[in-house]
């Protein structure tokens, strides 16, 4: 084990999951509304600006989410050390024997979308960079599918650390919740959008003095 612990791992251990879990539940969300939406026609037709902004609000979140997980295990400011729960403290403060290969090499695999999303995370997320606000070029994009190939390993990852301190694996918890939550928003949204398209209002009569 390469640092000094501030808590009991079962109790570090159990936390990494729950913010595994929360950073899929935010990405799983914005994945409902916005990417995986089949009627997100309606949302920017009639509220586009709205919606954009809405947009980059989750967008954002969500990857403030995930790159949190990715930051140094400890940083020491004023000689003080403060440590981070991410997957270096995980990796460097659990023992994990004949498993540290597997592990890292699921690190490995997780970094992929970290270090795709960072820049953004680093310069206009947590930051207001200039030169990066000024320029044309998105920052923070992808290849289609490797958000979904992250969660599925973190997934992994996560069930590996819980399973070695708690001798039991761990699922992302309250996803139907967030899904159903997701869907009943959107159902709310598009029932709106057919009510006003179908409202006729009445014709003025004619008045005859």
């Not at 600006?49 to 969500?62: P, V």
């Not at 930051?71 to 995980?90: E, V």
């Not at 207001?128 to 992250?150: A, R, S, T």
Request: aromatic share 12%; net charge negative; charged share 25%.
């Amino acid at each position: 084990m390469g640092i000094a612990s501030p808590t009991d791992s079962r109790t570090f251990a159990r936390e990494f999951c729950h913010q595994c879990n929360w950073a899929f539940a935010c990405w799983i969300a914005h994945r409902r509304i916005f990417d995986d939406n089949p009627n997100k026609e309606i949302l920017n037709r009639n509220a586009p600006n709205f919606n954009e902004h809405l947009w980059r609000i989750s967008q954002a979140y969500s990857y403030l989410q995930i790159c949190k997980l990715h930051d140094p295990a400890k940083f020491t400011r004023r000689d003080k050390t403060s440590y981070n729960l991410s997957i270096s403290y995980i990796i460097e403060e659990l023992d994990w024997g004949n498993q540290e290969d597997s592990i890292r090499q699921l690190a490995a695999r997780l970094d992929q979308l970290y270090q795709r999303i960072s820049p953004a995370r680093n310069k206009v997320i947590a930051h207001n960079d200039l030169g990066v606000l000024l320029q044309v070029e998105p920052i923070g994009e992808f290849p289609e599918g490797l958000d979904k190939e992250y969660f599925q390993c973190l997934q992994e990852f996560a069930s590996l650390v819980h399973k070695k301190c708690d001798s039991c694996h761990y699922l992302f918890k309250d996803m139907n919740h967030v899904m159903d939550g997701a869907y009943e928003y959107l159902e709310v949204l598009t029932n709106a959008d057919q009510a006003n398209r179908s409202f006729s209002p009445p014709t003025p009569r004619s008045h005859q003095g």
